[in-house]
């Protein structure tokens, strides 16, 4: 199960990112499916929503779907994004970062949230169900 990371923060958190994608993949039966993922800051993720979504501002998460055969796509994390939510959440850095890596790898495989309804309760419902899976084999 390939895992891209590109580092561009200097959080070195490579080998927990890793682990964290893989379990997921394992667990929605995407074993041996290929990931890409960049960790950078608030300034990177605002040119990448600017770019991609003429919004210019930062956000937490983007992901990039890809149509080719075995790799799912690009997720782009902000670690500025992570220190404040998990601070505001009352959560580890670990257990935000790995809510934000599973949330961008839902919707590299079709999950949406942005019109709501059943759609975004299915979404938060199975992010809640690979989050506990984390925690319980203890990798945040």
């Not at 667990?27 to 990448?48: C, F, N, P, Q, Y």
């Not at 770019?51 to 930062?58: G, L, Q, S, V």
């Not at 080719?68 to 935000?96: C, N, P, R, T, Y």
Request: proline residues 2%; aromatic residues 4%; positive net charge.
């Amino acid at each position: 199960m390939p895992v891209f990371i590109a580092d561009e923060a200097g959080l070195k958190k490579s080998r927990l990112t890793t682990k964290i994608i893989n379990f997921a993949l394992e667990e929605l039966g995407l074993k041996g499916s290929e990931v890409s993922v960049l960790i950078t800051g608030d300034e990177g993720m605002r040119a990448l929503n600017k770019k991609f979504r003429r919004i210019d501002k930062p956000t937490d998460v983007l992901s990039f779907p890809m149509d080719e055969s075995g790799m799912l796509g690009d997720i782009a994390i902000s670690v500025d994004k992570v220190v404040l939510q998990a601070k505001e959440f009352g959560v580890s850095f670990e257990e935000e970062l790995a809510r934000l890596l599973i949330h961008g790898l839902l919707h590299l495989i079709g999950y949406d949230h942005v019109k709501g309804g059943r759609q975004a309760a299915k979404m938060k419902a199975k992010e809640a169900v690979l989050l506990n899976g984390l925690k319980k084999n203890g990798l945040v």
